[in-house]
């Protein structure tokens, strides 16, 4: 059998424990260091680990922030960039080793779930570099839908951007387009919470 054909889950995993690992080691750890732990990889990585926080249960707006750190990824993969560069006020936020350790613990399941279907180098054209560029607006609307506030509403969005992220990491260009209809799914979703939350603010506060 054809060894790009059988499937070869955990990788992805495997990476954000190494990055568990070495923020531990290191107390905490900076979104350009993040970043850099992918090498090649660093835009699917990107979109991965800056989506993942989003269901994780921690205090705070981490919708918000990781959205909007999503958001310019979306911008930089509709430019053409080949590697990832946040703004230096961004690049230079330091998370906590123990920060990290939530996130990874919180979404594994949901990272080793998707891996089970990856299939390295299987359809790759649909996610080779060209097919990356094009995932750009797609990427930058549901970071849109990741950093509002809609309580329940990040799950089908992350969910898209874990699957498009995984599929870019192992070249599978069906995984890669099973996350963009899901993510299609996942902004009518959203979309459709808004305008209901926007309905209910209206009925409350009255003409």
Do not use: K
Not at 23 to 35: K, N
Not at 157 to 182: F, H, K, N, S, Y
């Amino acid at each position: 059998m054809d060894d790009s054909l059988s499937p070869e889950p955990g990788t992805a995993s495997q990476r954000l424990l190494r990055l568990t690992q070495h923020a531990t080691e290191a107390g905490s750890v900076s979104f350009d260091e993040l970043l850099a732990t992918m090498g090649r990889a660093s835009i699917a990585f990107a979109i991965l680990i800056l989506s993942l926080p989003a269901l994780t249960p921690i205090p705070g707006p981490f919708g918000l922030v990781f959205g909007s750190c999503l958001a310019i990824v979306s911008l930089q993969i509709l430019a053409g960039y080949r590697r990832i560069q946040l703004p230096a006020f961004l690049g230079r936020r330091q998370i906590s080793a123990s920060t990290i350790a939530l996130i990874v613990r919180y979404t594994a399941p949901l990272v080793s779930r998707v891996e089970t279907l990856l299939r390295r180098n299987r359809m790759r054209h649909l996610a080779g570099p060209r097919a990356q560029a094009a995932l750009g607006l797609p990427v930058l609307l549901l970071a849109i839908a990741v950093a509002l506030p809609i309580p329940f509403g990040n799950f089908l969005p992350v969910g898209a951007l874990v699957m498009i992220a995984l599929g870019l990491m192992e070249r599978d260009g069906l995984v890669t387009m099973l996350g963009l209809a899901l993510g299609a799914v996942a902004l009518i979703a959203s979309a459709g919470l808004v305008f209901a939350a926007m309905q209910g603010l209206g009925w409350v506060i009255g003409p």
